[in-house]
């Protein structure tokens, strides 16, 4: 499948501060999925997203399906140390019905 | 969510020997479930897609008669590393997708295979 291009690769940053991460894709996606990855878990659902423009909130999560279809971001406010982990992005393309992965962006909270 | 079951979330095989690995769908019908690897600070590399009933589809450079995938019924299916060598040590993923709700995807906790 097709990679998405997520950025950034890593983040460090302190407890309380707001945290945002992007992904890109060459070709048109009709769905951006959000998923959490602590160590030696499977990746777990955060927000799923189906149209563009659309903007879905998790509790301090927020995520956004760009209006060219192309991009998405999700943005995670006043952040804790529970929320280290590894983020993918994810999304289905008009060609195919297997999802394809950003390489994750590594996000670790001091408190 | 969707509850997703993978079985056993770590084995520990001798080299030339085959391990068997479940995926689950406990509480949904999986029409299709895709077969995950993962290696360390890396993303999911896709393997291979099953859709229950008929032969999975592997992807390029995936060796399908080493990692033997079987979707027998509607909630399970296996991965089965053949002849095992310690380069297949890695951690395996399944995911499942909603007969339903099938544009979210659903993973198991992963399975960690340390082949010596």
């Known amino acids: 499948g097709q990679q998405l291009n997520q950025s950034p690769q890593s983040m460090f940053i302190q407890e309380g501060e707001d945290v945002s991460m992007n992904c890109t894709s060459s070709s048109i996606f009709n769905t951006w999925l959000w998923y959490k990855q602590d160590p030696g878990e499977g990746p777990v659902l955060l927000i799923a997203l189906y149209k563009a423009g659309e903007l879905t909130s998790n509790g301090r999560l927020t995520a956004q399906f760009g209006i060219t279809r192309k991009d998405s971001f999700l943005n995670i406010s006043a952040s804790i140390p529970s929320d280290v982990g590894i983020y993918f992005c994810?999304?289905?393309?008009?060609?195919?019905?297997?999802?394809?992965f950003g390489k994750g962006t590594s996000l670790l909270v001091t408190p | 969510g969707a509850v997703v079951s993978q079985h056993p979330s770590r084995v520990i095989c001798k080299s030339g020997t085959s391990v068997k690995i479940e995926c689950r769908s406990l509480d949904f019908q999986a029409t299709t479930m895709f077969w995950y690897r993962q290696f360390p600070k890396k993303s999911l590399m896709l393997m291979a897609t099953s859709n229950e009933g008929s032969k999975a589809t592997y992807e390029q450079g995936v060796e399908k008669d080493k990692f033997l995938i079987n979707h027998a019924s509607l909630t399970l299916s296996t991965l089965t590393v053949t002849s095992a060598h310690p380069e297949d040590s890695s951690f395996y993923i399944c995911?499942?997708?909603?007969?339903?709700?099938?544009?979210?995807?659903?993973f198991g906790q992963g399975t960690r295979l340390t082949v010596v």
């Open positions: 994810a999304g289905y393309s008009n060609s195919g019905y297997a999802l394809n």
């Open positions: 995911s499942a997708l909603s007969a339903v709700m099938n544009t979210e995807a659903f």
